[in-house]
């Protein structure tokens, strides 16, 4: 009796070629996975120690929730492909504006709490989710791929000049005491020349918030690292190939870091001072705050994620030749919102499938899912020794520009490839959905105070690009296109993108 043939998909290879593969799944979505917790932590305020904090979590969740994907656990969780788990990044726009909103540990719970809140609605929506597919064609998922690489290319300029746009001025505090002190002189002078129970008149300041030019912002020795870095990474993915210019990127930043230790800019303190190992604790901030907008605004942040996870899978089916079937899409949709309860119960951020490791399956033709189990395991290993966040958290923020503009403008161009597969000819309401959608998501960046006249609750959702271009992206397709299916056509966008 023969026995029956093993699928690629659940082939296990020899340990020491398992584990230098799974290496290679790690290293290519290494940058990827420590940019989102860079980004938020410094957006919060958090202290570098902190910062450190959220790097080991989330490389210890990544590979948690990998495990879970490609392993599988019990029939409703897991597809049990060769995927790695990481964080979003469609999710930084809200995330960005909710620690602008709530800074400090008061933000890091609220948006935590918003996070579990948003997971846990995920997993009971997965079972309609895989049903969605035909709302999301490649018109919409390469118009909402497009504004988030346009959103973060905001973040990517901010790190190579030294921060994000509001540190390129400071408040002139001598200037606006002394404005403050003449107001007050003059609001006296009046007040003791009106007539006896006149009403105070108001304080005003006659002119508007005196600035000053941070004297770092925009340093020259900071733009030309960024810019070396930068150019490091297009020679190697010009003149390089394969494994080497997967991780072009990851690369780039190491020559970075070896420029600014010569230089004598990078400190080790904090890396010195690190643990070697230690345990990632959950609720490390206390208990989770749950604002009902800040939910509903992660919860549509994850409808998007699971859509486009949706295509992925269907991507990664054609591309290992494993059918899989609506159960084994509400599966893997449900641990999308698992590793986000996962995600914000240890301190970090919601997870989805990594699309560059999906593009690496098909680059390198290894099909087997215990690769991906094998890159978790060393994920999560590299989450438990702090000294590897301490110094991740240590690089200084203009090394990590060059690398940033690469990231995130690779993320717009997958958007654009995404668009270039749309049928404008025959169909011209394509372009409206494409201009409009994109123009919803530049709202924030061109009118940074565009909402300031509605409900402050509402901030959070109408300061985000990402979630402006989806809503008007699907309303717009629903309204011209209606709901006609092209389940190829989000196959093939899922196989063209290759960064999130």
Avoid at 91 to 98: F, T
Avoid at 284 to 305: H, N, S, W
Avoid at 336 to 360: E, M, R
């Amino acid at each position: 009796m023969s026995t029956p043939a093993v699928h690629p998909v659940d082939e296990k290879l020899p340990a020491g070629r398992l584990t230098l593969l799974g290496l290679q799944h790690v290293l290519v979505m290494y940058a990827g996975a420590i940019a989102v917790p860079l980004i938020v932590g410094r957006a919060l305020k958090l202290s570098p120690e902190q910062v450190a904090h959220l790097i080991s979590a989330d490389l210890f969740c990544c590979g948690v929730v990998t495990l879970i994907q490609s392993f599988g656990v019990t029939k409703w969780f897991g597809i049990k492909l060769p995927v790695m788990m990481g964080v979003t990044f469609a999710a930084v726009g809200p995330m960005v504006a909710i620690a602008n909103a709530v800074p400090g540990v008061d933000g890091a719970r609220a948006l935590f709490g918003a996070i579990i809140g948003a997971g846990a609605i995920s997993i009971a929506l997965a079972p309609v989710m895989s049903k969605l597919l035909r709302f999301f064609p490649p018109v919409v998922t390469g118009t909402i791929i497009a504004i988030i690489g346009i959103s973060l290319m905001r973040v990517g300029v901010g790190w190579a000049a030294g921060g994000p746009p509001q540190l390129a001025q400071s408040v002139d505090v001598p200037k606006l005491i002394a404005m403050v002190d003449k107001v007050k002189a003059g609001a006296a002078a009046a007040a003791a020349s009106a007539a006896p129970g006149a009403a105070a008149p108001a304080l005003r300041l006659p002119g508007p918030i005196p600035m000053v030019d941070n004297p770092n912002y925009g340093n020259l020795e900071h733009l030309a690292i960024a810019a070396v870095v930068l150019v490091f990474i297009l020679l190697l993915v010009k003149y390089m190939k394969g494994f080497i210019a997967n991780i072009s990127v990851l690369l780039g930043i190491v020559l970075g870091c070896v420029l600014v230790i010569a230089l004598g800019k990078m400190n080790f303190d904090k890396v010195a001072k690190a643990n070697w190992v230690d345990l990632i604790t959950p609720l490390a901030y206390g208990m989770p705050t749950f604002d009902p907008v800040m939910v509903l605004t992660m919860t549509l942040v994850m409808i998007v994620v699971m859509i486009e996870s949706t295509g992925m899978f269907l991507a990664l089916s054609d591309m290992t030749g494993k059918k899989i079937g609506q159960k084994d899409l509400a599966a893997g949709l449900r641990t999308d919102g698992l590793g986000t309860v996962i995600g914000g119960l240890f301190n970090t951020f919601p997870y989805t499938s990594f699309s560059q490791n999906v593009g690496l399956v098909g680059v390198t033709g290894v099909k087997s899912r215990w690769v991906c189990v094998a890159g978790g395991v060393i994920m999560i290993i590299l989450g438990l020794l702090p000294k590897m966040g301490a110094f991740v958290e240590s690089i200084p923020i203009y090394v990590l520009g060059g690398a940033g503009l690469v990231m995130f403008g690779m993320v717009a161009a997958t958007g654009i490839r995404i668009l270039s597969t749309v049928d404008y000819k025959n169909n011209r309401h394509n372009l409206y959905i494409v201009a409009l959608s994109i123009g919803f998501g530049l709202i924030p960046l061109v009118a940074p105070r565009w909402s300031q006249q509605m409900a402050h609750g509402l901030h959070p959702l109408l300061e985000s690009g990402i979630l402006l271009t989806a809503v008007a992206a699907v309303a717009l397709n629903l309204f011209f296109n209606g709901t006609r299916g092209d389940t190829a056509g989000a196959i093939e966008a899922a196989k063209t993108a290759e960064a999130h």
